[in-house]
């Protein structure tokens, strides 16, 4: 059963357009909320987290969005760059899971220059 | 500093083998995570391990195993390779604090193929 469920499932965005990822969870347990960025023949990379007392982080160009009621949350990419693009995964835990990410399927982003 | 390493980077095996995978942890982390990537899937965790011991584990078969040694560094072992194991093992790393581990960084993987 996943726990974590992202769409869509690829995305192809123009340079300078946004992105929007977005994943909704089952488990009202879960406080840690963080994206991944996934470069081929590359281990994931920690992009942005958040956790659920606050609604909304932003970081550079990356907006993490967060619905506690609806138990869905979004990553906005905003003036997307061919750089940019990747596979993305958003994930969740909850306090005393020692950490266990639960990921969802992923989105692979192609930025069109 | 050097993130987190996991050796070696491709491997092929036949099936009913065994294997073994290594990551060494990003300096001063404690704890390390071994994750399962099939192709065009997110991370599945298999399990965790803190002061050389399996803390947390995943939906995964007893042939897979592992070990930390006193030095944070780990292994993971796999038996009698089925070809649904084919997948890209990643190593993440963390710092544990209480029950909450802080941020987690993943290495390169290591590309297992069994035929």
């Known amino acids: 059963q996943q726990q974590v469920k992202q769409s869509p499932q690829s995305l192809i965005v123009q340079k300078g357009g946004i992105s929007i990822i977005n994943c909704a969870y089952e488990?009202?347990?879960?406080?840690?909320f963080p994206w991944y960025q996934q470069f081929p023949g590359k281990g994931p990379a920690l992009l942005i987290a958040?956790?659920?007392?606050?609604s909304e982080k932003k970081e550079g160009r990356f907006t993490i969005s967060f619905n506690k009621s609806a138990k869905q949350f979004s990553l906005h990419i905003m003036d997307s760059q061919p750089g940019d693009s990747a596979t993305y995964f958003c994930?969740?835990?909850?306090?005393?899971?020692?950490?266990?990410?639960?990921f969802g399927a992923g989105t692979q982003v192609v930025v069109t220059p | 500093d050097a993130g987190v390493t996991q050796s070696p980077t491709h491997l092929i095996k036949t099936r009913g083998q065994q294997v073994t995978l290594r990551c060494s942890p990003k300096?001063?982390?404690?704890?390390v995570s071994w994750y399962q990537q099939a192709l065009g899937q997110g991370p599945q965790f298999i399990f965790q391990y803190y002061e050389e011991e399996e803390r947390q584990r995943g939906n995964f078969p007893d042939r897979f195993s592992g070990h930390q040694f006193p030095n944070y560094s780990s292994e993971l072992n796999v038996n009698a390779l089925l070809l649904g194991d084919s997948a890209l093992y990643l190593c993440?790393?963390?710092?544990?604090?209480?029950?909450?581990?802080?941020?987690?960084?993943f290495g390169p993987g290591t590309r297992l193929t069994v035929l």
């Open positions: 300096s001063g982390h404690d704890t």
């Open positions: 994930a969740a835990s909850f306090p005393g899971s020692w950490g266990k990410l639960q």
């Open positions: 993440a790393s963390s710092v544990l604090r209480g029950m909450v581990t802080d941020t987690q960084y």
């Open positions: 958040i956790r659920p007392d606050v």
């Open positions: 488990n009202t347990a879960f406080d840690y």
